[in-house]
């Protein structure tokens, strides 16, 4: 078991520290909301006064921030890099630009640290039940270093490459994924438009070839599916604004290699719609509502 700081207690980081502890790791916690705190020291772990108190003493150092301005901001801004143990492993889980968690390992290895990326797929749900999957860039003896700890959080962990290549794998995936759950959102609203039933087109989907993970696992549509978040008031869950910000590194990629992402952009342009709609802290599935308002 090791001694672990966790950095970042929002909607997927709170989940991920609480399995750490339920695996009998030694956590030490901070967030920037005390009350995220508050919670997961209620479960057993240390409240930490601030990222610099947390990571005094650890083995192993989590983050799970929202953005790569966060990201930098903690690491190189604030210096926490200089507060770690130079024996201890430093796992940054956050979806960032890979040019971000490549100046960031950059620094690390300055100072002699071993970190990895290590963004992650499977939404809240995931999370809470540890089975996540890691996409990883680094070396791979860190990432050997790490399996212990993934594996307290996730069932499926991936070696990309080396550093950033988590973060440009975890940015194709979620570009797909924001297509899926737009491309789904549409077919289900034309669906009940003309009169279907959305749980049985939604089933007839799931055995035809338009089957998707958004129609089967976390169906935009209301009442479809229990305890996904469009039956919960699109309330929880992947953010519209964090989906339109993974669209836009997904843009950037683009941009830097010269590569054609039209659907992409398109997904980008939709989600930017509806989070300019006052939308922007719900669920990404809640997209559904572009089409669906529009219907008779």
């Not at 750490?20 to 508050?38: Q, S, T």
């Not at 860039?137 to 950033?164: C, S, T, W, Y």
């Not at 305890?227 to 993974?246: E, Q, W």
Request: aromatic share 4%.
């Amino acid at each position: 078991m090791s001694s672990i700081a966790f950095i970042g207690l929002g909607n997927m980081g709170a989940p991920m520290a609480n399995n750490l502890i339920k695996a009998g790791h030694k956590l030490a916690v901070f967030d920037l909301v005390p009350g995220a705190v508050n919670s997961l020291a209620d479960a057993g772990a240390r409240a930490a006064s601030s990222a610099a108190d947390a990571v005094q003493g650890a083995e192993v150092v989590v983050t799970m921030l929202p953005a790569s301005k966060h990201v930098e901001a903690l690491y190189l801004g604030q210096d926490l890099l200089g507060a770690i143990d130079p024996s201890a492993l430093v796992i940054e889980c956050s979806t960032i630009a890979p040019n971000s968690a490549r100046k960031v390992a950059t620094a690390a290895q300055e100072r002699g640290l071993a970190m990895i990326d290590a963004p992650v797929s499977g939404g809240t749900a995931g999370a809470a039940a540890g089975t996540l999957t890691f996409i990883v860039g680094g070396e791979a003896d860190d990432l050997a270093r790490a399996m212990p700890v993934l594996q307290a959080m996730g069932k499926n962990i991936f070696h990309a490459g080396p550093a950033g290549a988590g973060q440009v794998a975890k940015i194709c995936n979620n570009m797909l994924l924001g297509i899926l759950m737009a491309g789904t959102s549409e077919a289900l609203a034309l669906g009940v438009a003309n009169g279907l039933d959305p749980k049985v087109l939604s089933d007839i989907i799931a055995k035809s070839s338009g089957r998707n993970w958004a129609t089967e696992l976390y169906n935009p549509w209301p009442g479809v599916m229990e305890n996904t978040p469009a039956s919960k008031g699109y309330v929880g869950g992947f953010g519209v604004d964090l989906m339109l910000k993974d669209l836009g590194l997904a843009a950037e990629a683009a941009l830097s290699s010269r590569s054609s992402i039209p659907l992409g952009e398109l997904a980008r342009n939709l989600y930017s719609l509806h989070s300019g709609d006052g939308s922007g802290k719900l669920d990404f599935s809640s997209i559904v509502n572009l089409y669906a308002h529009k219907t008779p």
